[in-house]
């Protein structure tokens, strides 16, 4: 991971794809228990240190993780996310360029637990959730293309589930019918930037991740 941005109240750090935002059954480190240590670390504190998660990340996922420093943070950046006021921009690399070069996807997505998977349907149904995004094109090679999606809802896979519902599944991603998997076992999928007024100074945040190492990626800049 790589700290982005800090202050005394929040951080903001860059994950790697196969690091995981919580602990879950394979009982690998999580993210944030490593930026715990960090900054323990960095500022020696003793004891215990508080650290609010506020939203995830898929394990498959790179990008930007948002974490509250303090309660006080914690409690307005989750009002802010629940909100829709913290602004977040995600590129994809996918498979096949959309029959437009800019658009919005707006679906009803049903998630099936067993599967860890969701389902897009054009219509509302029993258990379904809306979910709205939109891409534009911003970058092709010459076998993929790069879009630049913003979320308008929150919805579990919503990205993966929803490119993929029209025609464009994200590159190494299996589950949502990509040809083959990433040789690192990541999908092409960068939550790219963040923005949103700060909760506690009201100052503008804007930030941005790097785009990962993987040659394809780098070829985008």
Not at 29 to 36: A, G, Q, S, Y
Request: aromatic share 8%.
């Amino acid at each position: 991971m790589q700290v982005v941005y800090e202050d005394n109240h929040i951080i903001i750090v860059s994950k790697q794809s196969g690091e995981i935002v919580q602990g879950d059954k394979t009982g690998d480190t999580p993210l944030l228990d490593i930026v715990k240590q960090y900054i323990k670390e960095k500022y020696h504190k003793p004891g215990n240190v508080f650290l609010g998660l506020v939203h995830r990340l898929d394990r498959p996922v790179a990008g930007l993780v948002v974490f509250a420093r303090t309660s006080k943070a914690l409690t307005r950046l989750n009002d802010m996310f629940r909100n829709g006021e913290v602004h977040k921009t995600y590129w994809a690399i996918t498979q096949a360029p959309p029959a437009d070069t800019e658009g919005e996807i707006d679906s009803w997505l049903v998630r099936n637990e067993r599967q860890n998977k969701s389902y897009s349907y054009p219509n509302e149904r029993n258990g379904a959730k809306h979910a709205i995004l939109r891409y534009r094109q911003i970058g092709r090679s010459d076998r993929y293309t790069l879009l630049e999606v913003n979320l308008l809802t929150g919805r579990h896979h919503q990205i993966r589930c929803q490119l993929a519902s029209i025609g464009c599944p994200i590159k190494g991603d299996l589950k949502y019918g990509a040809r083959r998997s990433n040789p690192d076992g990541s999908i092409s999928l960068l939550a790219r930037r963040v923005s949103f007024i700060h909760p506690v100074s009201h100052e503008q945040i804007d930030v941005e991740a790097p785009l990962p190492a993987d040659r394809l990626w780098q070829s985008f800049k």
